[in-house]
């Protein structure tokens, strides 16, 4: 599904240039699971923004679902994010002006999906992440995992063929956090490609196939032993 | 750009300001500085049908303050035309008036030269203003030079006033020694006069015994019964303190100009300093993180306020420089609109006022965002929050919506104004005024003499197809005419009489409606003749069936109707057209019309200028007229709002485009964060414009539904003022609502656009 090929990310700001990617390779199946792990400014949280085709580019190939995403204007970017993935932020970045519902209703008007299909889908959403009675409140009158619920919802409900996840868990305790956990754990078992930028060991315990970055590459990487996350628990 | 924005709005409203101010203070300043303006009342009529006139017959003042204890002293005074006054070089014109020999004791204007208690003692001498002195005599001293008014009578100069610096509704230049008033008829309303009363009066009671004392001596002298004298001479009197005078009984509505020009430069005002905060606000988000560090490195409090006043006060001191070299520009265009005498360096007597606007401008402009800034959490905005407050946002709202509504007011009444103006250029005013020339007679000795020279002359000359000699004319302010009861069976009228000649109808293109116009020989006659023509408003009113060959009494006459001619509109269009008479005589006449054809006018003009100096108006400057032009003057005092208008919409329109730039650029910077989520979910462009436009454009939809009542309301009121006016036209609401909608999407728009360009990414991770 994604194949990226000796990709580069550079930062430059007055004479200081700043490598976030070297050469980076990196391939993601359908149906997988990937966690991205590192420490700060080790260029994850870049990936994963270039992966959404937030952030560009200096040098490689990015091919998404076999199309090559190098050098799209902003109009095909923005028609690619809105169709086929779906965004769940650390700080959540639900718009405070909306209500519960009109968030998660959002991507559906962008996708121009019809008043009637809206509705039902987004009360179908709201029902199966037990939010349902929230839909009218505004987000600052939520909890923490009340708001990571609302963000997951809004980005599950284009159905996008990608979820990326960018420390889903960073500003919620454990327990919301592992609730957040488990919706995507969900969500993943019923199908959907999902790629997480984590520091948590206990949250890329869920994923797939752990990658761990530094200085731009892949340092290592490693199929997930699922037991990690029954003694941790 | 902020300040440079914020210079622009600052400087337009104070130059506003400080040109209304200058007017203003003049304005209020009229007669305000004598020193009995409370107790100098003016004696004012009130005609039933008609507006309120300044006149009395000036021997019932003479005989009421005899036996009334509580007038101290009167004065009376006479309209003596416009005057020509000369010396053995020069010839001027200026206004003149009789007066008694106590004027300058009822209006102490600082004299020049001469002594005010005796220079008008004398009917031989003569007082001028500084104005006619400076032009008669340049530098000298004219005391003792002998002057010739009007061609008749030799004058000695015995005082030169200084009416320039004393403003007051007294706008004469020459004042005429009257000793003894010649008229001693109880029914002739001919003089004006001032009545200086005793402090503890009432001017209502007073006037009421001067209306009963008119009316029981008035009829004893004149052998009438009071209640038939009481008819006659229905009029109600009032006595007006001189201070109100100029403001309030003005036929100019001089209040109504000073109080509407006043409240709007202080709005402007108020507008451009609510503009010059929001600005500063808007900036200071943008110097957040300055403001940030200064703190977090110890900048206390206090440091940060007086650093950011010292700011404003730098941007307001240039902003009062360029504003009074602006006003210094403006003024003698303002000046010549207004017909007034203002000068910029008046602004230093105004000081007070000035530096307390300043000083006001920086409090409430520096301090605010001053506060706002210092109070700026450090931390917070250095991991990007800003303060948002929802009561800020409201503010800021209202701010725009009412600069707006005023803006798309200030539209609709300029375009409302403009066009009633071009219903009164274009309507048909019934009688015709193309190259009309009008000669006013200035000696009526020397023209009547040679009335058989100029007319042979005038039939010489093929150019000038027709000519008239009449004692008004319409339209202008030439001549005179008066007002008269007119008594037709039982009913009773008051109507307009005019003397004209049988030339009059035919060289201003009247038709006779019924019967025929006056058939006399060409010869000089005077108002012996029992015909009159009549106005179509008189037969209706009179209700007359067949009017040719009935009588009407005038003046305790008979007269009999031989013709009826339609109704034109000879004072414009303000007030109803009223019913007339017009009798006959061609002596005295105050002007001559020569209707003249082809091109090249101006050779003809001189022609007939070289042929008149030299042959009939001998040592008489010559300086003749076009009906056309003078009826248009009629239209000055409405030309005038029209040009104040639209020069204060304009400034309302840029004051609230700036104001608009601050909080567009202020709000979307706002918003930012939540344009990246949009972003990132997929917004379009298009979607992105969509949502952040939607807000402004409810705001200018707001705004034009409030102004369209209170525009209208003005409108009306205004409309309300002529008797003859357009239905309110649609055309200026639209044109209002297009223009602010495409001016409020178009600012927005711009800064909307820089907003669809923001690195998401960055956004995203705040926090």
Request: include cysteine; glycine fraction near 6%; charged fraction near 20%.
């Amino acid at each position: 599904m994604i194949d990226i090929q000796n990709l580069s990310k550079i930062y430059r700001s007055t004479g200081i240039e700043t490598i976030a990617l070297n050469q980076f390779n990196f391939q993601v199946r359908v149906g997988e699971f990937v966690a991205i792990m590192g420490p700060s400014g080790c260029g994850k949280s870049t990936l994963l923004h270039i992966i959404g085709l937030l952030d560009t580019f200096d040098k490689g190939d990015y091919y998404f679902n076999e199309q090559q995403m190098n050098d799209l204007d902003e109009k095909t970017r923005g028609t690619i994010r809105k169709k086929q993935i779906g965004f769940i932020f650390q700080n959540f970045n639900l718009i405070d002006e909306l209500t519960v519902f009109e968030n998660i209703e959002l991507p559906l008007i962008y996708n121009k999906v019809g008043k009637k299909k809206r509705v039902s889908k987004v009360n179908q959403l709201l029902k199966d992440l037990d939010i349902e009675h929230r839909k009218k409140h505004f987000p600052q009158q939520l909890s923490g995992g009340q708001q990571q619920r609302v963000a997951v919802a809004r980005a599950l409900v284009t159905e996008p063929q990608l979820i990326l996840a960018d420390e889903p868990t960073g500003n919620l305790d454990s327990k919301n956090g592992n609730e957040v956990m488990e919706l995507l754990a969900d969500l993943h078992r019923q199908g959907s490609t999902i790629i997480m930028v984590t520091h948590s060991n206990y949250d890329a315990g869920f994923a797939t196939r752990i990658i761990e970055v530094k200085d731009g590459q892949i340092m290592a990487e490693r199929k997930n032993k699922r037991e990690i996350r029954i003694i941790d628990k | 750009m902020y300040p440079l924005i914020n210079l622009i709005g600052l400087t337009a409203g104070m130059t506003c300001f400080l040109i209304t101010m200058l007017f203003v203070s003049r304005e209020i300043k009229h007669d305000n500085w004598n020193p009995n303006k409370k107790d100098i009342h003016i004696f004012l009529a009130h005609m039933e049908s008609r507006t309120t006139y300044p006149a009395c017959p000036a021997i019932l003042i003479k005989h009421f303050a005899k036996y009334e204890n509580a007038v101290l002293d009167y004065m009376l005074m006479r309209h003596h035309g416009f005057n020509l006054i000369a010396n053995d070089k020069e010839t001027v014109y200026g206004h003149g008036v009789k007066v008694t020999p106590n004027f300058f004791s009822f209006f102490p204007f600082p004299m020049k030269y001469g002594d005010p208690t005796t220079a008008l003692t004398d009917t031989t001498q003569l007082v001028i203003s500084t104005m006619i002195a400076d032009s008669l005599f340049g530098q000298q001293n004219p005391i003792g030079k002998k002057v010739i008014l009007s061609n008749q009578k030799e004058h000695v100069i015995s005082g030169v006033f200084n009416r320039h610096d004393s403003p007051s509704h007294i706008k004469y230049d020459i004042l005429i020694p009257m000793v003894e008033p010649a008229d001693t008829n109880w029914g002739n309303f001919n003089y004006r006069a001032y009545l200086h009363i005793a402090k503890e009066t009432d001017p209502v009671q007073l006037a009421a015994c001067l209306k009963q004392h008119h009316v029981s001596v008035g009829s004893a002298v004149m052998e009438k019964t009071m209640e038939r004298f009481a008819e006659l001479f229905s009029f109600s009197f009032e006595l007006r303190p001189l201070e109100e005078v100029y403001l309030y009984c003005n036929e100019n509505r001089n209040f109504n100009v000073v109080l509407i020009l006043s409240i709007l430069s202080i709005i402007i005002l108020c507008i451009s300093a609510i503009n010059f905060i929001n600005l500063s606000i808007a900036n200071a988000s943008l110097r957040a993180k300055e403001v940030a560090v200064r703190k977090t490195l110890g900048g206390s409090k206090r440091a940060i306020i007086v650093q950011f006043l010292l700011e404003v006060s730098i941007i307001c001191l240039i902003a009062l420089c360029i504003a009074l070299s602006l006003t210094e520009l403006i003024l003698p265009h303002f000046v010549k609109l207004w017909e007034t005498r203002l000068s910029v360096w008046e602004i230093f007597e105004q000081l007070p006022i000035v530096m307390t606007m300043l000083i006001l401008l920086l409090l409430v402009a520096g301090f605010l965002p001053a506060i706002y800034l210092s109070n700026f959490k450090p931390m917070e905005v250095l991991k990007g929050k800003f303060v948002r407050s929802k009561r800020g946002h409201l503010l800021q709202k209202g701010n725009i919506l009412f600069q707006f509504t005023l803006s798309s007011v200030f539209i609709i009444s300029a375009l409302v104004i403009r066009a009633q103006l071009n219903y009164m250029y274009t309507k048909d005013t019934g009688f015709t005024k193309d190259q009309l020339m009008m000669i006013p007679v200035t000696d009526l000795e020397q023209v009547e003499s040679k009335r058989n020279k100029y007319k042979q002359f005038f039939k010489e000359k093929d150019y000038i197809t027709e000519t008239s000699s009449i004692r008004w004319a319409p339209g202008t302010g030439l001549g005179h005419s008066s007002i008269s009861h007119t008594h037709y069976g039982e009913k009773k009228l008051d109507s307009d009489i005019h003397f004209v000649d049988q030339h009059f109808f035919p060289i201003l293109d009247i038709p006779i409606k019924y019967g025929r116009n006056f058939v006399l020989a060409d010869t000089l006659y005077d108002e012996c003749y029992s015909d009159v023509i009549v106005n179509q408003t008189l037969v209706d009113k009179f209700d007359m069936k067949d009017p040719v060959g009935q009588t009407i009494e005038l003046w305790g006459g008979t007269r009999i109707i031989v013709g009826v001619v339609p109704d034109f509109y000879k004072h414009g269009f303000e007030h109803k057209i009223q019913p007339t008479v017009f009798a006959i005589s061609n002596k005295e006449a105050a002007v001559i019309f020569l209707k003249l054809t082809g091109g090249d006018i101006a050779n003809k003009v001189k022609e007939i200028k070289a042929f008149w100096t030299q042959e009939i108006e001998i040592g008489v400057p010559f300086y003749h007229r076009f009906m056309e032009e003078d009826y248009a003057k009629l239209f000055e005092r409405h030309e005038r709002l029209h040009i104040m208008i639209l020069a204060l919409s304009i400034i309302m329109i840029v004051l609230s485009l700036l104001g608009l730039v601050a909080i567009a650029i202020h709000t979307i910077r706002q918003r930012y964060q939540e344009i990246a989520i949009r972003k990132a979910i997929g917004a379009s462009d298009y979607e992105l414009l969509h949502t952040l436009l939607k807000e402004f454009v409810i705001i200018s939809l707001i705004a034009l539904f409030l102004s369209f009542p209170i525009a209208y309301y003005f409108c009306s009121w205004w409309l309300g003022g002529f008797a003859y006016h357009i239905q309110m036209p649609l055309v200026p609401y639209l044109i209002a609502s297009i223009t602010v909608l495409s001016l409020v999407l178009f600012i927005a728009w711009f800064q909307a656009r820089k907003a669809l360009h923001i690195d998401i990414v960055r956004f995203l991770k705040f926090e």
